[in-house]
């Protein structure tokens, strides 16, 4: 939504650069595992999802590692561009819940200089 | 534009008053869900439906929350006596069925939500 993120962690980086954000995960009994951007004003977007049977995952320009020993998860963005500007949210779920109840992260800002 | 659409997108309210807010889903998407926004903070769960059935309460749904979708299709967001601590952004999100289906990546489509400022 509009001003999110007023207080998050944030990750400068320039326009060409590739990013690194992290997600630290609480439930061990989660077993999916997504990304989403948010833009100010915006709700989130879905970029890339993984299960815990999965310990990467590449889409276009984007990579999630998910560690389960240390319930870590991260998100790199190749070639960031500054479209890429936003923050970003991982989230978890436990599909024995039956339902897609999913537990956002903090967020973190990502801030793409041009 | 076939995503998720919510109304109204902005309100002011003062305290004590009733407000409520409403969400068209994607048309095939049998699952709906409320979730909750405020500033600096991941979107938290507040409810869920599948079809017509509300399935699934967050304890954060106080009593002045109520939350239907009497056909299944659309849904609506009532906030009664709103607090400022009301103020927050309502986001509603929907998906065709659960994470790890055949049919889908469990993705749950979100919409640009409601600001609510309660003064």
């Known amino acids: 939504g509009e001003n999110v993120g007023l207080h998050l962690p944030t990750l400068s980086v320039q326009e060409g650069d590739n990013s690194i954000i992290n997600c630290a995960y609480s439930?061990?009994?989660?077993?999916?595992f997504i990304w989403y951007k948010q833009e100010s004003g915006k709700g989130p977007q879905f970029i890339i999802d993984?299960?815990?049977?999965?310990d990467k995952r590449q889409g276009q320009r984007v990579t999630v590692l998910l560690n389960k020993t240390v319930k870590h998860l991260s998100l790199q963005i190749a070639a960031t561009q500054p479209g890429d500007s936003a923050v970003y949210f991982c989230?978890?779920?436990?599909?024995?819940?039956?339902?897609?109840?999913?537990?956002f992260g903090t967020g973190t800002r990502l801030l793409v200089s041009p | 534009d076939t995503g998720v659409s919510q109304d109204p997108r902005h309100k002011i309210t003062k305290r004590g008053q009733n407000v409520t807010f409403r969400c068209d889903p994607i048309?095939?998407?049998?699952?709906l869900y409320w979730y909750r926004q405020t500033l600096g903070q991941g979107p938290e769960f507040l409810t869920y439906?599948?079809?017509?059935?509300?399935?699934?309460k967050s304890r954060l749904l106080s009593d002045r929350f109520s939350a239907e979708r009497p056909k299944g299709s659309f849904s609506t967001l009532e906030i009664q006596r709103t607090e400022q601590g009301d103020s927050a952004m309502y986001l509603c999100?929907?998906?065709?069925?659960?994470?790890?289906?055949?049919?889908?990546?469990?993705?749950?489509?979100f919409g640009e939500g409601s600001r609510l400022t309660v003064l």
């Open positions: 999100a929907s998906s065709r069925g659960l994470a790890g289906g055949p049919t889908n990546t469990g993705e749950l489509f």
């Open positions: 439930n061990s009994a989660s077993d999916y």
């Open positions: 993984i299960r815990s049977n999965m």
């Open positions: 989230a978890e779920n436990n599909q024995n819940t039956g339902f897609q109840k999913l537990v």
């Open positions: 048309s095939e998407h049998n699952r």
């Open positions: 439906f599948q079809n017509e059935a509300q399935l699934e």
